[in-house]
T-cell receptor, first 112, second 117 residues
Framework: EDKVVQSPLSLVVHEGDTVTLNCSYE??????LLWYKQEKKAPTFLFML????IEKKSGRLSSILDKKELFSILNITATQTGDSAIYLC????????????FGQGTTLQVKP | NAGVMQNPRHLVRRRGQEARLRCSPM?????VYWYRQLPEEGLKFMVY????????ESGMPKERFSAEFPKEGPSILRIQQVVRGDSAAYFC???????????????FGEGSRLTVL
């Protein structure tokens, strides 16, 4: 059965800290790994990763995929209170139905 | 260009009643997915539909739950005889296509929060 596991489940940091969120997966016929940010409403797309070793970057956020070891990390540098959210990792695989398998999420709280 | 639209945003039902949740995908999207999110948990896949077809319903409970995506109108997730355990946020997502170039990005609506009293 396809599985996505995120760690830690929750994290509390102070503004300015750097955080690393982890996502490991077991999936048949891997296609891509996606990161989403969820505040009080709809998950919003952050990154899509398909190739190992290529870092994707957007401002203070970056992510990388290791297809050999089956994991990805999401880094946030110089955290701000606005980064407080649930970060969801999802994997697209297991045939081509298009569905994403989500991890349980990491709840990040950034304190002033 | 409106995003994925879900309604109602909040729905309260008593045990035994029916809940109907609606989802209009983004313009140009013909694939709809429903996910359920319980408090403190990630998103659990329920069902994937294209117009007039259910493609994958492997995440749907076998009883009381059904989904449709008619030729005209929104996709509907229907829960009959609701129980307290059905209380959750139900998210709809859409995508353009599932051809070989599709690497999986889904666009989510803001969710419908169902509370069963």
């Amino acid at each position: 059965e396809d599985k996505v596991v995120q760690s830690p489940l929750s994290l509390v940091v102070h503004e300015g800290d750097t955080v690393t969120l982890n996502c490991s997966y077991e999936v048949t016929n891997f296609r891509s790994l996606l990161w989403y940010k969820q505040e009080k409403k709809a998950p919003t797309f952050l990154f899509m990763l398909t190739s190992s070793g290529i870092e994707k970057k957007s401002g203070r956020l970056s992510s990388i995929l290791d297809k050999k070891e089956l994991f990805s990390i999401l880094n946030i540098t110089a955290t701000q209170t606005g980064d407080s959210a649930i970060y969801l990792c999802a994997v697209h695989g297991s045939g081509n139905t298009g569905k994403l398998i989500f991890g349980q999420g990491t709840t990040l709280q950034v304190k002033p | 260009n409106a995003g994925v639209m879900q309604n109602p945003r909040h729905l309260v039902r008593r045990r035994g009643q029916e809940a109907r949740l609606r989802c209009s995908p983004m313009k140009g999207h013909s694939h709809v997915y429903w996910y359920r999110q319980l408090p403190e948990e990630g998103l659990k896949f329920m069902v994937y539909l294209q117009k007039e077809n259910i493609i994958d319903e492997s995440g749907m409970p076998k009883e009381r739950f059904s989904a449709e995506f008619p030729k005209e109108g929104p996709s509907i997730l229907r829960i009959q005889q609701v129980v307290r355990g059905d209380s959750a946020a139900y998210f709809c997502a859409s995508s353009r296509t599932r051809d070989r170039t599709n690497t999986g990005e889904l666009f989510f609506g803001e969710g419908s929060r169902l509370t069963v009293l």
